[in-house]
T-cell receptor, first 114, second 110 residues
C-alpha cells in the first residue's frame, strides 16, 4: 500500500521566494496534518484538516503560511514570502478520523531558505 | 499548550543491552503512541496504546499506557544496531491532535 507521499523531498530557495509543499494522503484517510520539525522546537503541528476542512490552524506561525486541501487526495502548504527561519523539515501525516487510528507520516520535505 | 517530558534525551548502549525510555505529562490523555524516526525519513509508528494500564508488545518492543493516563514507557530488549534512531512519544486527547515529546536519540554500539 502506498503511504503518505510528499513532494519535493528537498527544496532550496532564496528568501522572498514562494514555496509550495505538496502532500498526497493515504487513500481513504479523512484527516490530514502538517507538521514542522526543527532541532530547537521538535515536531510542531501547524494545521490539520478533517474531511478537507481546516479544523485547527493555531499552529501556523504567521500569515506567510497557508494550507489548502482542495480534495481528499491532495493538500498544499505554501509559504510566501519565505524567510531563512522557515528552514526545517515539513511533514505531512494522515489518518482515519477515529481515536484508535494513528497518524501515518510521509518522509518529509527538507526546506532550506538561503 | 500541552507538553510531554520525554527522557532520556539520548542513550548510548552496547548491542544486546535493554533500553527503557519514558514520557510524562501534567495532562491526562486518551492515546499514547510511540514512533521511531530514521535519518531522512518520517516517523514510523511502533506501538499504539488506547487504554489506561494497557501493556502491548511488538517483537522486542514493549510499551505501557500508565494507569494515571499521564505517562507511558517504551522498552527495547536485546538491542541491535538497526535500533539506532530517534524515538518519539506522542499523546492525544479527544480531538485527534497529537502532542510529541522532544525525542530520545538512541545509539547502539556493535
Amino acid at each position: 500500500d502506498a503511504g503518505v507521499i510528499q513532494s519535493p523531498r528537498h527544496e532550496v530557495t532564496e528568501m522572498g521566494q514562494e514555496v509550495t509543499l505538496r502532500c498526497k494522503p493515504i487513500s481513504g484517510h479523512n484527516s490530514l496534518f502538517w507538521y514542522r520539525q526543527t532541532m530547537m522546537r521538535g515536531l510542531e503541528l501547524l494545521i490539520y484538516f478533517n474531511n478537507n476542512v481546516p479544523i485547527d490552524d493555531s499552529g501556523m506561525p504567521e500569515d506567510r503560511f497557508s494550507a489548502k486541501m482542495p480534495n481528499a487526495s491532495f493538500s498544499t502548504l505554501k509559504i510566501q514570502p519565505s524567510e531563512p527561519r522557515d528552514s526545517a523539515v515539513y511533514f505531512c501525516a494522515s489518518s482515519l478520523n477515529r481515536r484508535d487510528q494513528p497518524q501515518h507520516f510521509g518522509d518529509g520535505t527538507r526546506l532550506s531558505i538561503l | 499548550g500541552q507538553q510531554l517530558n520525554q527522557s532520556p534525551q539520548s542513550m548510548f548502549i552496547q548491542e544486546g543491552e535493554d533500553v527503557s525510555m519514558n514520557c510524562t505529562s501534567s495532562s491526562i490523555f486518551n492515546t499514547w503512541l510511540w514512533y521511531k524516526q530514521d535519518p531522512g525519513e518520517g516517523p514510523v509508528l511502533l506501538i499504539a496504546l488506547y487504554k489506561a494500564g494497557e501493556l502491548t508488545s511488538n517483537g522486542r518492543l514493549t510499551a505501557q499506557f500508565g494507569i494515571t493516563r499521564k505517562d507511558s514507557f517504551l522498552n527495547i530488549s536485546a538491542s541491535i544496531p538497526s535500533d539506532v534512531g530517534i524515538y518519539f512519544c506522542s499523546s492525544g486527547g479527544s480531538n485527534y491532535k497529537l502532542t510529541f515529546g522532544k525525542g530520545t536519540l538512541l545509539t547502539v554500539n556493535p
